[in-house]
Structure formats: C-alpha cells, structure tokens
C-alpha cells in the first residue's frame, strides 16, 4: 500500500511537534531542577510526592513547635537561675539578722533590701516570652503573680501545664505553671517573705529564726523546678535531632522522586535535539521532493 506525500507530511510534522515538546520539557526540568512538576509527568510518582511534602510540612510545624518550646524553657531556667541566687542573698541577710549583735535598727535595715529582693522575686516571676507570661500555666492574657496590700503577693495564673505537640502523636509540656514554682509545693516563697519582713521589722527573732528554715525549703523548691526545667529541655532537645533526621529523610526522598538529574537531562535534550534536527532534515527533502513532483 502507498503511502501518500500528505500521509508523510502529517506524520513527520506530528514527530516534529512531539519532539520540540519534550525539548522544551526537558528544558523546564533543568532550569526548575524539578522532573516532576504535574500530574502527566508522572501520575504515581506526583501523588507519592504529595503525600511526602505533607509529612514534611507537618515535621517542619512540629519544628516551630519545639524552638517555640525550647525559648519559653531557656527563659524559665535562666529565670530560675536568678531566682535561687535571690532567695541565697534573702538567706544571707536573714543570717546576718539573727544574730544577737544586730539591733532593731539594724533588722530593719536589712528590710529594706529584703523588700527590694521581694519585688525582684516578683518580676521575675512575670518574666515574658513574646508577650505571654512563662509561670502562668495556661492563663497567658496577663501577670500571673500580683503585688496587693502591704507585701502580699496573689497567683492570678492557673494550675495547667502548656504542652507542644513534637512529633506524631508526641506532645510534652514546656513550662511549670508558677504556683508549683513559687507559691505551692513545699512553701510560699512570697508568703515566707512576707513573714520574714513582718519578722526584721518587728525585731522578732523567733520569727527571723523560722525564716531561715522557709527559705531552705524554697531553695529546694527552685532546685526542683530547676531540675523538672532541665528534663523538658532534655526531651526537646531529643525530639529536635529527631525531627531534624525526620526533615532530612522526607527531603531526600522528594529529591530523588521529583529533581532533575542534570546528566541525565541534558543527555536526553541532545538526543532530542539530534532528533528534531535530523527529522527537520527528512521533513525538507519531503517538502523539496513534493514541489518537484508538483513543477513537473
């Protein structure tokens, strides 16, 4: 059967179309680095990719997460730090106080600093991450602890525990709430320095000497929470080197199902533009021998 010049023709120009489209295919897969930007490239592998970058954007949130956490934590530990310091200097001038060589005036003397460090202890207490106090439990929208008559000091925060979500089906809390810290567990730290001031200006060495055992207990309440401080951010240091390796894997997954190999690509773009050479070729002597055949 003959085929005819008309046939030739459609069937050259068809081989022509499709082979200055995978020119320019293969040209957009070297200049995005991606071979697989849609659906027809490659339906399989373009729904995997899909089901892979979601992974990774719930990792990457899981990420924010966790530096969200460890900011909040490293405030709460340096707060912590200082607020020990605070309660030590508090215990060295209770000492000085109690001894018997030390007048009346002396004791209130030495109220005055105490209440200085009263009010330290308060601010730092309210110590603020982005706005959002760190000892408030759950109870962000304003200062937790709040100074009222004399040297009384009210929690305004609540008991919960903040807690981040680092991972599937992983949570782990990031603050203690400030009553567990400051006013609960073994003593009321302000209340015992509430009592302590009552105590120097009063020149009551009872009271001063009771002072000295509160504020003990308040050191190793602040050495808890120091140590509970210290575990959270152990766990979320652990859970960033694993969302980190989680980060890494899903990428490199992405990289090899969807990025352009560039030998590969550049290989291919020569045999396809030998190829649109060469049919270009056989399509002109079809052209040439097509209008001889129509001169004659």
Do not use: C
């Not at 709460?76 to 020990?84: C, F, N, P, R, S």
């Amino acid at each position: 059967m003959r085929v005819s010049d008309h046939q030739l023709f459609g069937t050259t120009a068809g081989s022509l179309a499709r082979i200055k489209d995978s020119i320019v295919r293969v040209h957009e897969q070297i200049a995005s680095q991606q071979r697989i930007t849609k659906p027809s490239d490659d339906p399989s592998i373009f729904g995997q990719a899909i089901l892979e970058k979601s992974a990774l954007a719930d990792n990457e949130q899981w990420i924010r997460n966790i530096q969200f956490g460890t900011a909040r934590v490293t405030v709460a530990d340096k707060v912590l730090g200082e607020a020990q310091n605070l309660i030590t200097r508090v215990r060295e001038l209770t000492v000085q106080a109690r001894s018997d060589t030390t007048s009346a005036q002396g004791r209130v003397t030495i109220a005055q600093e105490v209440r200085q460090l009263h009010r330290q202890l308060i601010q730092l207490a309210n110590t603020e991450v982005n706005g959002q106090p760190v000892f408030a439990g759950t109870k962000t929208d304003a200062a937790p602890f709040v100074l009222g008559v004399g040297d009384a000091v009210s929690y305004q925060g609540n008991s919960e525990s903040q807690s981040i979500a680092v991972g599937p089906n992983q949570t782990t809390q990031i603050v203690l709430p400030g009553d567990q810290v400051f006013t609960g567990g073994a003593t009321n730290i302000f209340n015992s320095l509430s009592n302590l001031l009552v105590a120097l200006e009063g020149n009551n060495g009872a009271g001063i000497e009771v002072a000295i055992g509160t504020l003990d207990q308040a050191t190793a309440q602040i050495g808890v929470a120091q140590g509970q401080i210290g575990a959270i951010e152990n766990r979320l240091e652990t859970a960033q080197g694993t969302a980190a390796i989680v980060s890494e894997a899903i990428q490199k997954v992405l990289s090899d199902q969807t990025s352009t190999d560039l030998a590969t690509a550049l290989t291919e773009l020569k045999l396809q533009e030998t190829a649109y050479e060469a049919t270009s070729q056989t399509f002109s002597r079809l052209f040439d021998l097509s209008l001889l055949k129509f001169l004659r």
